[in-house]
Nanobody, 125 residues
Framework: QVQLVESGGGSVQAGGSLRLSCAAS????????MGWFRQAPGKEREGVAL???????SYADSVKGRFTISQDNAKNTLYLQVNSLKPEDTAMYYC???????????????????WGQGTQVTVSS
């Protein structure tokens, strides 16, 4: 059973940084896509960064140059380094996984099978 547990969220001022972590358990798959999504109150869940099992990454235009997704396979942990935070980055951040794929299927949340419980990021101006 795959479980994803996020941590690292918090409250920061605009311009600040955080590192979000997603610890994966029951995860022994060689081909997958993992991603970070976020959802602000009253808005749809949106994908912000993806990484596949080969290490290829992609980013939503709104976060390019500010967010960096990475993974530590030895620790089964996914990370999202978020820099130069803006108030509009305020949201619940979720990690997600899609298994048995050799590529990332895009930013539609319905494409992902496993989700964590989320970690809140709040950015004040």
């Amino acid at each position: 059973q795959v479980q994803l547990v996020e941590s690292g969220g918090g409250s920061v001022q605009a311009g600040g940084s955080l590192r979000l972590s997603c610890a994966a358990s029951g995860f022994t798959y060689s081909s997958y896509c993992m991603g970070w999504f976020r959802q602000a109150p009253g808005k749809e869940r949106e994908g912000v960064a993806l990484i596949d099992s080969d290490g290829s990454t992609s980013y939503a235009d709104s976060v390019k140059g500010r967010f960096t997704i990475s993974q530590d396979n030895a620790k089964n942990t996914l990370y999202l380094q978020v820099n130069s935070l803006k108030p509009e980055d305020t949201a619940m951040y979720y990690c997600a996984a899609r298994l048995w794929v050799g590529y990332c299927p895009g930013y539609r949340a319905v494409e992902y099978d496993y989700w964590g419980q989320g970690t809140q990021v709040t950015v004040s101006s």
